[in-house]
């Protein structure tokens, strides 16, 4: 079971990288409006379509991208990453997103 | 609608959290055999690995009735926050969609680490991924209550 789904921890530790380079440089591949209740390609002045929520459009290039790369890397190398590296990843992220975030609380 | 959504996402929050706490907690360093049966003990001697597929289920089905209230969130909430001034609200909300993300992202591993048959060398990772699903699932609750009920703590 381990190594028939082996890519499964190539997702888990790319997902959320992937997710916060995104967000930390503010790139997405679409955006939503709220007020308009629509999808747009291209950023629309705020000043006539309100606010823009791109959580939705860093997920979707989170997903994509992640299960390119789980399926383009050979199994064999899925197989030899260390399972510790699964829990790991993750954990340094929480503590890059704590304090990446840390201009809310602290002026 | 809106009111029906929040409703049914603290509903599923709250199922979610039992299920994921007392999984959290049978992963925990057994007890010894002799050791009295106290209520944590009781807890923690669930068969953890029933609980992988709803805990799966249910985490989907939350970030999906977030996503469906984030609209309004943006609009009516968000805007209010920045209003008051609440700038630290603003902030665990940010932290909250944040590990929203990185959990979602988590849960084929967590899958996979759970698979029968429960090999010993693969315990510490089946732990600490379950742990880090709890801390999510608990900062997420807890900041959604807060947010939800900020009107009343800030006259």
Do not use: C
Request: charged residues 10%.
């Amino acid at each position: 079971m381990m190594n028939r789904f082996a890519r499964f921890k190539i997702f888990s530790m790319l997902f959320g990288i992937v997710y916060s380079v995104f967000f930390y440089y503010n790139w997405s591949f679409f955006q939503y409006y709220p007020a308009l209740q629509k999808f747009s390609r291209v950023p629309l002045p705020i000043a006539d379509a309100g606010p823009a929520i791109l959580w939705y459009a860093w997920l979707a290039a989170a997903f994509v991208i992640s299960l390119a790369a789980s399926l383009l890397i050979p199994r064999k190398w899925a197989e030899k990453i260390p399972p510790g590296w699964v829990w790991i990843a993750p954990v340094v992220l929480v503590l890059v997103i704590l304090y990446y975030e840390k201009h809310w609380f602290i002026r | 609608m809106i009111q029906i959504l929040i409703m049914l996402h603290v509903l599923v929050a709250v199922t979610l959290l039992g299920a994921i706490t007392h999984q959290a907690f049978s992963v925990m360093a057994r007890a010894p055999v002799s050791a009295p049966l106290s209520f944590i003990n009781r807890y923690r001697k669930v068969h953890s690995p029933t609980f992988t597929n709803t805990i799966i289920v249910l985490f989907l089905v939350q970030i999906v009735l977030g996503a469906l209230l984030y609209p309004r969130y943006r609009l009516d909430v968000r805007s209010t926050l920045e209003d008051l001034q609440l700038r630290g609200a603003n902030g665990l909300f940010e932290i909250k969609e944040h590990f929203a993300a990185v959990g979602l992202g988590l849960l084929p591993a967590y899958w996979l680490f759970w698979q029968a048959p429960l090999l010993p060398e693969y315990a510490n990772t089946r732990k600490y991924l379950t742990w880090l699903l709890a801390f999510f699932v608990w900062w997420n609750f807890l900041v959604g209550e807060y947010l939800n009920n900020i009107k009343g703590l800030y006259p």
